[in-house]
């Protein structure tokens, strides 16, 4: 056999870790089976473990007692697990195995008495037997011996660890969690029954997960310590939770199943959990030594800081061996919920004597004084008593979001209060003061960054795309330093908003932003962008105020029907290809539900609103409650929520992908806002951060202060990993030979389609594993377009249109269904209406304003550099308005980009730049100047030739014409003249007619093409003008069209502007 076999270079290496472990390696014949192979437990080792384990019990026992005891024990680990997998078995084993099992025994003297039995020992992990078998088989349900795991572990002979081995470099979810996991799952259930946990393998890449969960929620393992930097390898994995203690450690204290709206879940802790949670744990133990002070941790959102906090208190109950009990302090109500709701659904507060919640100021010292509550529920307000009673009760107070409970005089009361209190802290983003948080909480324990967890794709990745500068007509006023700050603290507690809002300056800013013209064209873009993508996941929209809430979900309701109409319209005029996917984003829209979620909205008057329109408060919910519930629940037709200040911290949605921001935030509050949707998901593997209202600047200092620089990217960046996909397909088919190329470039449409069939028999010819390297590759490329609107992926058209075809062919031939692809993953219909409509020359002129945030510079700059950069601004928008006043008459749209262009260049490089330097600015100003001059140059050309714009643009389009290349320079200019007046002339008259051809009007503009072409056979017969081609004079005619076309407004916004 090969060294470099699955067997040889995974499967035994694995082996080797758990032997260097102190497992037993044993062989499959060493399994004793009594009556089938069905039931896959180690019997001979159970039965010796029972009789080590609860020997001081067992003494007092008849021998025919003890083995009446042993088989009652066996039975019930066998019970129910020769059926169907079922999750709630795997939890009934679980609890059995971890607490173990009375039974009622007869004593000598016929007095019954009950004796506990356990199964593993807890505290002494040497005192059970580790076990690894390598391709035991096991009979499935029908008695047949077809299943053959590769590695599985057995503590004290029950099988609790699974290991599937793949050879190097395959991929895992496609092989090995497919492949073979699932395979096993539904044909050996009666093993999955007592499962911990799931290992999958290459050797280089390892995943731990729980049995039943989806590939996407399989993780890493791959640190040992919390500073390792990490390593994906099969050994570093056993290493972590195969370590005898480990084992135990996480099968006990580490394991748990959620109930949320009637689905049970199984959870593993992450590797970071479990790291962290043991620091924290290990200062309990010491906590007299560090004065109650448990430390700091800092884990951040999206991570699973309330499991972690659930995984710590409960280790603490069940370890500490004592009665511990814990306050859960949060500062908003939302937050205290989701904690209860955690600690709820994992099945931990089972009784009211067990829990409880301090919903008034008043109960707040009796509830604490109650020794029978493990869990009391606070929010830090509820400390603000005058009467404090200084209470000795030992507890373990718990801060969550401690950067905004962590100081001032509810903390310091709480602190009197319990003098004799141990304290931790958690927050999502870091505390700034190092002293005082050390004074109050201690040291940092835990630290888990924003980076890092994208790093080990516990969130998704998000990228930021600011919207502000694509809206015609909008008003986007330059907020300022104060401004931003004032803004921002709207954020923090209400005392302190209500002197915000007495600012001016606040004032003036807010009335701007919440003006009625800017809120709709927000709105309508809003509309087009989330409704092309709206199968990617759902919205949250953060406005600048309640009110405004309500007027945005209306504006949305108004133009989602709009969009409804324009594409029912749309599918009269597009081919029968395209009409699947607009029929299937029209549906879509219909069974969209919107809604606001705001404090009191009743209170809200009525005359305010009316300056909006007409806008209506009603929903059609009852509540907030059924809003919420129905936004978390992934498959219910509530996708778009407006809000303010709610749902912006402590609110999980797994399947939110979208946060639209028209509301400027700053510092902790913007962390805590962009990271609702980096939580994961199945199929979910990033989110977008769409923004209206330039946060860019108050985003990249928060990003710096609180995380990595690279914890958001850019659509930029997004596009470029497009290309990069693109490439690696490319590169597929260069490597097999495959005429991509020649499909790609082929014009003749039946030369086309004989390629299109070779390609076919090729791909068709290809082994499996290479068809499902293509088909995965596909697939990301797909996902990566679903976030890219028209102009954005233009480029990539034809070859994604093609690549798209020849996966179709691909799965036709292997008999899956045409919509095999869209199966998969959920029709993108913007992905084919993107190319429906025809774009405006001038959308193609428009800067793409996306943000490259790791380099913006957000230093004050001196005055000298902010009047340069003034004048530098100056300049180009005097630069553009030459470029769209002079060359809107011309017919060369390829110079006018080139020009534009090459200015945008000028200001890229300058935005590129991390320090400005007062040179590099005038080098820059100089660089413009010489382009202002080309510009001009260029403008003035026609004046040599001595016609109009219009004229002079003719004659550059003809005079390359073949049919005319004979005619003389002079005589064609001529010509021109005559055609130019004769166009201008027929144009003029239909121009305020009702038959104005500019309306899409078909029979009228063929009347204007018919009079102009027999006016050129009148007056131009020299000349040959009716002789030109069809396309040459369509070119003419839709130049003329758009001249006496309505000129959309050019706006500034579109530029590409100078950061500062």
Not at 82 to 108: A, C, H, M, P, W
């Amino acid at each position: 056999m090969s060294n470099f076999s699955e067997k040889n270079f995974v499967q035994q290496a694995s082996l080797n870790v758990l032997e260097k472990l102190g497992w037993r390696i044993a062989d499959p014949s060493e399994i004793y089976w009594s009556k089938s192979r069905k039931i896959p437990i180690y019997k001979k080792e159970l039965r010796n473990s029972i009789k080590k384990l609860n020997e001081h019990k067992l003494k007092k026992l008849s021998e025919k007692q003890v083995e009446k005891v042993i088989i009652e024990l066996i039975e019930c680990l066998e019970k129910d697990t020769l059926r169907e997998f079922d999750l709630q078995i795997n939890k009934d084993k679980y609890e059995l195995i971890k607490e173990g099992k009375s039974i009622t025994v007869r004593g000598e003297g016929g007095a019954e008495e009950i004796i506990h039995f356990k199964f593993l020992d807890f505290e002494n992990p040497e005192n059970n037997s580790f076990v690894a078998v390598q391709e035991l088989v096991i009979d499935d349900l029908e008695g047949k011996s077809n299943c053959r795991p590769d590695i599985l572990g057995f503590l004290n002979g029950i099988p609790l660890l699974f290991i599937e081995c793949k050879a190097h470099g395959v991929d895992l979810e496609k092989e090995a969690y497919e492949g073979n996991y699932k395979k096993y799952l539904k044909n050996i259930p009666q093993l999955f029954a007592y499962n911990a946990f799931c290992v999958l393998t290459s050797g280089d890449q390892s995943k731990i997960g729980a049995v039943k969960s989806p590939y996407d929620f399989f993780s890493d393992w791959h640190r040992l310590k919390e500073d390792d930097e990490g390593d994906t390898s099969i050994e570093v994995l056993i290493q972590g939770v195969c370590d005898k203690k480990n084992f135990l450690d996480l099968f006990e204290n580490f394991t748990l199943f959620k109930k949320e709206e009637g689905v049970l879940e199984k959870i593993i802790a992450r590797n970071h959990q479990f790291l962290g949670v043991n620091k924290a744990f290990q200062n309990y133990l010491k906590r007299r030594d560090l004065n109650g002070k448990l430390g700091t941790v800092w884990h951040t959102q999206g991570s699973g800081k309330s499991l972690f906090i659930v995984f710590f208190a409960e280790k603490i109950k069940r370890k500490s061996g004592s009665n511990q009990s814990f306050l859960l302090l949060t500062d908003r109500i939302d937050l205290e919920e989701q904690l209860i709701s955690t600690f709820s659904s994992c099945g931990f507060l089972g009784s009211n004597d067990n829990c409880s919640r301090v919903t008034k100021k008043e109960e707040l010292i009796s509830k604490l004084k109650n020794n029978n509550t493990r869990y009391l529920f606070s929010l830090i307000h509820k400390f603000d008593i005058k009467k404090r009673e200084q209470i000795l009760k030992e507890m373990v107070i718990i801060v969550d979001e401690a950067h905004r409970t962590n100081y001032g005089k509810l903390a310091d009361s709480m602190l009197e209060i319990l003098s004799n209190s141990h304290r931790i802290a958690f927050t999502g983003t870091p505390l700034r003061e190092e002293e005082k948080t050390a004074q109050k909480f201690g040291d940092y324990v835990s630290k888990y960054d924003f980076e890092r967890a994208l790093k080990d794709k516990v969130t998704v990745q998000l990228y930021y795309e600011d919207r502000t500068t694509f809206l015609k007509g909008v008003f986007n006023p330059e907020i300022d330093n104060y401004t931003n700050e004032a803004l921002g603290d709207i954020e923090e507690r209400e005392e302190q908003e209500e002197k915000v809002l007495t600012s001016k300056k606040y004032v003036k800013i807010k009335e701007a932003l919440m003006n009625k013209n800017r809120l709709e064209k927000i709105s309508k873009d809003f509309v087009s962008y989330y409704s092309e993508r709206m199968e990617l996941g759902k919205a949250l929209f953060v406005c600048i105020d309640r009110l405004i809430c309500i007027v945005m979900k209306n504006y949305a309701e108004k133009f989602w029907q709009e969009e409804i109409e324009r594409l029912n319209n749309l599918l009269t005029s597009c081919s029968d290809s395209e009409k699947e996917g607009i029929r299937k984003r029209i549906e879509r829209m219909k069974g969209t539900q919107m809604a606001y979620v705001i404090s009191n909205p009743r209170n809200l008057k009525d005359e305010k609103l009316k300056y909006y329109g007409n806008i209506s408060k009603e929903q059609n919910f009852s509540g907030e409650q059924e809003i919420k519930e129905k936004f978390k629940e992934k498959g219910s037709s509530l996708k778009i929520a407006f809000v303010c200040q709610k749902w912006l911290t402590g609110f999980d949605v797994k399947c939110l992908s979208f946060l639209f921001l028209d509301r400027p935030i700053q510092k902790h509050s913007l962390m805590q806002a962009i990271a609702r949707p980096n939580r994961r998901d199945v199929g979910k593997d990033r989110g977008l951060i769409i923004d209206y209202i330039k946060n860019a600047k108050n985003l990249i200092k928060s990003i710096k202060d609180y995380s990595g620089e690279n914890a958001l990217k850019t659509i930029e960046e997004l596009r470029q990993e497009i290309i990069s996909c693109l490439e690696r397909i490319e590169n597929f088919f260069s490597e097999r030979n495959i005429p991509f190329e020649e499909l790609l470039s082929e014009k003749d449409t039946h030369r086309k389609r004989n390629i299109l069939n070779e390609i076919k028999e090729r791909m068709c010819s290809l082994q499996n594993s290479e068809k499902s390297s293509f088909r995965k590759q596909f697939l990301n490329l797909h996902k990566y377009f679903s976030f890219l609107d028209k102009k954005q992926c233009q480029e990539f058209k034809d070859k994604f249109e093609a690549i798209k075809e020849i996966s179709r062919l691909l799965s036709l031939q292997a008999g899956e269904k045409d919509n095999y692809f869209e199966e998969m993953y959920p029709e993108n219909q913007g992905i084919i209406n993107k190319y429906v409509e025809s774009e405006d020359v001038r959308k193609h002129l428009s800067v793409e304003n996306i943000l490259d945030l790791p380099k913006i510079s957000g230093n004050e700059k001196q005055d000298e550099k902010s009047k340069l950069i003034e004048k530098i601004n100056k300049d180009k928008k005097l630069a553009y308005e030459e470029i769209e006043e002079n060359f809107e008459r011309k017919m060369n749209s390829e110079k006018r980009e080139n020009f534009q262009w090459r200015i945008n260049k000028l200001i890229e490089s300058w935005n590129n730049l991390v320090e400005l330097e007062i040179q590099e600015l005038k080098e820059l100003y100089e660089k413009l100047k010489v382009e202002r001059q080309k510009i001009k140059e260029d403008n003035e050309s026609h004046l040599k030739s001595g016609l109009t714009i219009s004229g002079n643009a003719i004659f550059e389009k003809v005079k390359n014409c073949d049919e005319l290349k004979e005619i003389e320079d002079e005589k064609l200019k001529d010509g021109c003249v005559y055609l130019d007046e004769e166009m201008m002339k027929t144009f003029e008259e239909y121009k305020d007619s009702q038959f104005n051809p500019f309306n899409d009007n078909v029979s009228t503009s063929s009347d204007i093409k018919s009079k102009i072409r027999l006016s050129l056979i009148k007056g131009t017969n020299s000349l040959k003008f009716e002789s030109i081609k069809e396309e040459n004079f369509e070119f003419i005619y839709n130049y003329y069209e758009k001249l006496f076309s309505k000129k959309p407004v050019w706006c500034d916004q579109q530029l590409q502007q100078i950061s500062i």
